[in-house]
């Protein structure tokens, strides 16, 4: 082994290049594949036992499962509304923030909210969005108090000012 290689012992220096094989003290690559599980060289790629189809055949056998995915349908007897009521209350409220006019929608969305809340309690609308349902119904709480803090602030103003009037 080490008459193959300059300087020395085995894994020192470089190979002659004698053109003999080298013996690095591993099993050779034809005991591979006399072990189960090591396919020989000249095995097809099918494996073993694979057979080529007659020319004509089809290359392969059918399918046959199901070819498209079946659609899911919910066990629920409605559908879910949450994202509805989700999206009046918060268009409601941001656009109430720019012109007051936009918390007329928030009692819209509260009812909405409210409604999907008493849905999912009652087994009608999947349980997995009562978040959506409870954080909706919030944001028309939120709008529809600010609305009337508004509408109480405008009947105190226009109060305020009828009594200056009716004094002069």
């Known amino acids: 082994m080490t008459e193959d290689f300059e300087g020395g012992a085995w894994g020192e220096g470089v190979p002659t290049g004698s053109g003999d094989a080298v013996d690095y003290g591993g099993p050779a690559a034809t005991q591979f594949a006399a072990q189960?599980?090591?396919l020989p060289?000249?095995?097809p790629p099918g494996g073993v036992g694979h057979?080529?189809?007659p020319v004509g055949a089809a290359p392969y056998q059918p399918f046959q499962g199901q070819p498209y995915l079946q659609p899911q349908f919910s066990p629920y007897?409605?559908?879910d509304g949450t994202q509805q009521a989700l999206l009046v209350s918060l268009i409601s409220l941001i656009l109430g923030f720019f012109c007051t006019v936009g918390f007329l929608?928030?009692?819209f969305g509260m009812i909405l909210g409210r409604k999907e809340?008493?849905?999912i309690d009652a087994g009608l609308t999947d349980p997995i969005n009562r978040s959506t349902a409870v954080i909706a119904f919030v944001c028309g709480i939120i709008g529809t108090v600010i609305l009337a803090l508004i509408v109480l602030g405008l009947v105190a103003i226009l109060g305020f000012a009828l009594f200056v009037e009716g004094t002069n």
Do not use: C, K, M, W
Request: no cysteine; aromatic share 0%.
């Open 36 to 38: 189960p599980g090591h």
């Open 105 to 107: 929608g928030s009692p």
């Open 117 to 119: 809340i008493a849905a």
């Open 41 to 43: 060289v000249d095995q």
């Open 77 to 79: 007897q409605r559908p």
């Open 51 to 53: 057979q080529v189809p």
